[in-house]
């Protein structure tokens, strides 16, 4: 595995606009469950029933349940050398990352060492806060109320701040997207499949302009012919690939 590291850094050193796609696989090694693998967080729920508007609109309170779950889950995680190798990377290189995670660890990161929050973009939200349906308002995760389907202030219903099934990314996120759809030199795909769009195509928007586009995943089904595989775990793989571009 050595000589395709070395063909990734050189190739990743001879980028001058390099942004990386992060994906569910990068949380697995800090104690997470991906939702599509075995042992996902959607094993036994099909994703319709719990992460859309519609369930929240008829179960809330079962919706809420989960991401409670999830959140208690999160509370006892940390980031990993592969989370810190990418804010190393982003800080000297100045590299854009998009994350499609909710987990806030590399966000968590990026606030800790006063990174630029314009390199990170969290494309699908962040199960650290919640707002109000109504109002608007935003408030940490941490200080939300313990009833089973918590309220604002206003009264309106509160919800976590993550994009769910059939609601449309921030528009400063398709934009920053589609930037470097049409800028970026190289990507590094990071744990994820590329199934969910439109974060995917960047991947297919590169390869179009034959670019080299770099997957660090041990599924191969992860990677399209042409592309430069390597079937690394993260927090194992980042700081090895990083360490010449750092």
Do not use: I
Request: with cysteine; charged share 25%.
């Amino acid at each position: 595995m050595n000589a395709p590291l070395e063909e990734a850094r050189q190739a990743l050193a001879g980028a001058a606009r390099p942004v990386v796609l992060c994906g569910a696989g990068l949380s697995v090694e800090a104690g997470l469950p991906t939702f599509r693998g075995e042992e996902g967080l959607w094993h036994s729920f099909r994703p319709e029933e719990l992460a859309t508007p519609r369930a929240f609109q008829r179960q809330p309170e079962v919706v809420w349940a989960w991401y409670r779950w999830r959140m208690e889950r999160l509370a006892v995680v940390q980031p990993h050398e592969g989370h810190r190798a990418l804010a190393n990377w982003s800080a000297t290189h100045g590299g854009r990352v998009f994350n499609q995670n909710v987990d806030g660890l590399l966000e968590k990161l990026w606030v800790e060492r006063g990174l630029d929050p314009g390199r990170l973009l969290a494309l699908h939200g962040s199960l650290g806060r919640c707002h109000c349906e109504s109002c608007g308002s935003s408030l940490p995760s941490s200080e939300l109320p313990r009833d089973p389907l918590p309220r604002c202030a206003c009264g309106g219903r509160l919800r976590p701040s993550v994009v769910w099934f059939g609601e449309a990314l921030q528009g400063r996120h398709l934009r920053a997207l589609d930037e470097e759809s049409r800028l970026a030199d190289l990507v590094l795909a990071v744990g994820t499949s590329a199934q969910v769009w439109p974060a995917a195509g960047l991947l297919e928007a590169l390869r179009r302009r034959r670019r080299p586009v770099l997957v660090l995943n041990p599924d191969p089904d992860s990677a399209a012919p042409g592309d430069l595989w390597l079937p690394l775990p993260a927090a194992d793989a980042l700081p090895r690939l990083l360490e010449g571009t750092c």
